[in-house]
């Protein structure tokens, strides 16, 4: 039996396939859909000190393979997550990853404060969500502002850290070895690109908050190809995301040098997607007759 | 466990210009669908479109099966209209919160244009107990399960903003004067175009009439993972795929930006 095990810095995971942030709520919504204790992980949706509205509807708008969403970041905040979803995730055999977002660095340090003391299995700054003017976007593309951000951040945590990278940005690896120096355990990538989508009936923008985040197969290969510069540039452990929706996808993000692997868009269209490319990932490794996944970690032959 | 199915179409017919009915067969261990829930609908191994598509559950057939009513939209509307019987679509389901059975009173029936298509299996379904049932469109091609409708109340009452059918003018209008003239308690289920669930739901709150919506939003997942579907209620956003689509209508904020609520029609 191949081994699926995998290392993200600390963090053990028993597989290497965790759901993307903001793709899956709390797990709760997907419960009767997927059995979670099969997942590597479960990222949960954004989460901020307070409870956020989030923007106005349209927020999501179908594109060519993909979709753009400007959710806002609506989420429910620190509070009723600790009190109200975390136990309910805690119920299942898998690591629960929290991602955070904030507006200031003492937003980021007071979160991770309470997240390690409640004993998450490790933290994931968003740092590069696109949608909210105040919702990070500073800190994912300002290589000093980030390096500040995840100094502190570190210092406050006592759990793994994992730093969520803007694709928004020249050189995504130069952000990866800032992130690196102050202290992140890993990276994931990519969060979402900015893109926008215009009705030509109305001449209005489909969002309501005029652009948002693209995200589905069609960003795959720019994803691919992050993973590739930064695992070739940094050796940082990585969560590769972006697009993902077959055992092949994943695989492809694990020869870039992806650690691991996360589902976003792939669970609206296939609750199931997760599970499934957990599977076929044990296949390819038996029918390769290779005994360890982490074997293939960055294993492109270029 | 996934609630997500690969079934045959088991007939996929135009029943008007531009629209089709197509029925489907679960699998047995599902839930029996109930009024008011809807199906996330695909094309299997598709990329684009990518995400599926939510259709109302229209009808419970006698053998079972559920039956769809949709109208040809966009891309992926087209795409299903292609399929014909045998061919194998994607279906995620049933989904969201069917309308409460258990109401006080006569129920009152309140549908707009193919926005009525969840009402048809509530109207059945109640028909034990003497629905009356008002029925709009902008013109008479749109009243489509008419005849189901009927079933339940055989005198259901119909207008068309252009008088093609029964009475010309807004649905709302005789709505509201029925109420005026019925005295007894009832619980009114709306469904349709935004701007006539505003006005319904105006309707019943001046006189303390309680009530449902089922309202509709641009989805992504359908199950509330993505808060994509999101409406405002006094409890700040909902979503509608999982929290709805049907909302007691004390509950939603309507905003109007095709006019005022008073207007009183789509
Ligand atoms: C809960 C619910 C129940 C519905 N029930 C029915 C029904 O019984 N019969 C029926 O004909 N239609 C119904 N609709 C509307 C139907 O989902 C859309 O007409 C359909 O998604 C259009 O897809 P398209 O690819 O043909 O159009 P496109 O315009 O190409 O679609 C592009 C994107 O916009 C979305 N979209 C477009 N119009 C709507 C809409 N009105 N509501 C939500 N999303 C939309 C699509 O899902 C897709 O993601 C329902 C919608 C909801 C939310
Ligand atoms: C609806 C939606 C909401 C998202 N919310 C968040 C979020 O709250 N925090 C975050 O870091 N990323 C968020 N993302 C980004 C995803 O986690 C992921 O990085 C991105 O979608 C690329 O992966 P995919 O193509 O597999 O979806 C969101 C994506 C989508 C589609
Ligand atoms: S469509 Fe995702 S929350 Fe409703």
Redesign the pocket.
Known sequence: MPSLETRIGELRLRNPVMTASGTFGYGQEYAEFVDLNRLGAVVVKGISLEPMQGNPVPRV??TPCGMLNAIGLQNVGLKAFLNEKLPFLRQFDTRVIVNILGNSVKDYVRLCQHLSDAGVDAIELNVSCPNVKKGGIAFGTDAAELGRLVESVRKASSVPLITKLSPNVGDVALFARVAAEAGTDAVSLINTLVGMVIDTVTRRPKLSNITGGLSGPAIRPVAVRMVWEVHRKTGLPIIGMGGIMTTEDALEFILAGASAVAVGTANFVNPGASVEIVDGLERYLAKARVSSVRELVGAVRT | MSRLFKVPLLSNTEVADGHRLASFALPRETRAPQAGQ?FMVGIPGLQD?L?K????L?RMTDEGRVE???????????LLAERTTGDVIEVLGPL?KPFPLDSTGRPVLVGGG?GA??LVQLALSLAGRSPRIFLGARAGAELLSLDWFRKADPETVVSTENGEAGLKGFVTEPFRAYLEDSGPTCTVYACGPTPMLAAVSAICRDRGIPGYVSL????ACGVGACMGCVTETVEGYKS?CREG?VFPMEQVRFSFPGGSPERGGP
């Open positions: 708008v179908e | 809807f479109p995400l598509r939510p259709f109302s229209h769809i009513l949709y109208r040809i939209r966009g891309k992926g509307t087209r969201g193919l298509v969840p509709e939003e641009h989805m509608v689509p």
